[in-house]
């Protein structure tokens, strides 16, 4: 009987193919981190574009908006504290801020004899008189 010789545990066959895959990682390890890393920025510039898109869509919003005569009357009056002919003014001091309410009523121009300007032309006018 002839005698077996054992068995080797790695042949010249899965040498080889062990070889080959180590090479083609080495080969397509450059081109597939080119690839995921062009992707990503694809997908990042995308992203951007559809916040830039929504960022345009509210501007021109905005933009119509302030075509409208009213929504420029209505600005005017909240941000520069503007008042319209017939509108009450009072200005209330609460320490640093000065906020403006207006009220619906007549205007502070009208003779009105318990107006702030007639008490004050009054007195202005009795101490005029006095000797």
Do not use: K
Not at 26 to 43: E, I, Q, T, W
Not at 46 to 70: C, F, I, K, M
Not at 105 to 113: L, R, W
């Amino acid at each position: 009987m002839a005698e077996r010789q054992p068995r080797r545990a790695v042949t010249g066959r899965a040498i080889v193919l062990g070889t080959l895959v180590v090479l083609l990682l080495v080969l397509l390890a450059s081109p597939l981190n080119r690839y995921f890393g062009s992707r990503s920025a694809l997908n990042g510039a995308s992203q951007q574009l559809r916040q830039h898109r929504q960022q345009l869509t509210e501007l021109s919003r905005q933009v119509a908006r302030w075509g409208d005569p009213g929504y420029v009357q209505q600005q005017a009056r909240e941000q520069l504290q503007y008042a319209m002919p017939g509108d009450r003014v009072y200005v209330v001091d609460r320490g640093q801020r000065n906020d403006i309410v207006r009220t619906a009523g007549s205007s502070a121009m009208t003779s009105d004899p318990t107006s702030w300007n007639a008490r004050l032309w009054d007195s202005v006018a009795r101490a005029d008189a006095a000797p």
